[in-house]
T-cell receptor, first 114, second 116 residues
Framework: ETGVTQSPTHLIKTRGQQVTLRCSSQ?????VSWYQQALGQGPQFIFQ???????GRGNFPPRFSGLQFPNYSSELNVNALELDDSALYLC?????????????FGPGTRLTVL | AQTVTQSQPEMSVQEAETVTLSCTYD???????LFWYKQPPSRQMILVIR??????QNATENRFSVNFQKAAKSFSLKISDSQLGDAAMYFC?????????????FGAGTRLFVKA
């Protein structure tokens, strides 16, 4: 069974650019969530996708957007990058929408905005 | 709004000893879920233990147990017989039961050091 994978591992962008981060969910999982983890802080929920539809969003501006594909993999897109977007971006997958279900996290993508 | 507070930025424990990590939260909900996650230096976060708020019995997973005090809104994690592999960041997390999705509120974390 393959776990959650993310690509790329590291990424360096400049302010104002756009970035796309990718996540492959664990086999059989139809729900994907994205989190932003700034250095020294806990993860912050960005949004969740369930069966290709956004199914919950945190306090992030519209320049953070996402997609989920029929195979349940997902993308996180961030437009007009700002310095404060520098963080570790975590993807997590699980089955269904029950909040008690275990989420499985990927290793993350480290984004640096210069 | 819900908040999760971990008041211990760092903790240290001797191998084979017991350590308790503290967590408090604030919510007006009566039913919710609480979690402890471990994030080792390699960064991949894993679930350590979870608790349903309507269950009074404290959850236990091998060497890991919680002390859930609902009235006090406290959810501490006890690690018994600490091992070197327990060294990591530990995050306490809260999730509503009726939220649209997996919106999880994490604390700032506690870094646990294990001394040989």
């Amino acid at each position: 069974e393959t776990g959650v994978t993310q690509s790329p591992t590291h990424l360096i962008k400049t302010r104002g650019q756009q970035v796309t981060l990718r996540c492959s969910s664990q086999s059989g999982h139809n729900t994907v969530s994205w989190y932003q983890q700034a250095l020294g802080q806990g993860p912050q929920f960005i949004f969740q996708y369930y069966r290709e539809e956004e199914n919950g969003r945190g306090n992030f501006p519209p320049r953070f957007s996402g997609l989920q594909f029929p195979n349940y993999s997902s993308e996180l897109n961030v437009n007009a990058l700002e310095l404060d977007d520098s963080a570790l971006y975590l993807c997590a997958s699980n089955v269904g929408t029950s909040g008690y279900n275990e989420q499985f996290f990927g290793p993350g993508t480290r984004l640096t905005v210069l | 709004a819900q908040t999760v507070t971990q008041s211990q930025p760092e903790m240290s424990v001797q191998e084979a000893e017991t350590v308790t990590l503290s967590c408090t939260y604030d919510t007006s909900e009566s039913d919710y879920y609480l979690f402890w996650y471990k994030q080792p230096p390699s960064r991949q976060m894993i679930l350590v233990i979870r608790q349903e708020a309507y269950k009074q019995q404290n959850a236990t997973e091998n060497r890991f147990s919680v002390n859930f005090q609902k009235a006090a809104k406290s959810f501490s994690l006890k690690i018994s017989d600490s091992q070197l592999g327990d060294a990591a960041m530990y995050f306490c997390a809260y999730r509503r039961t009726n939220t649209g999705g997996f919106k999880t509120i994490f604390g700032a974390g506690t870094r646990l050091f294990v001394k040989a």
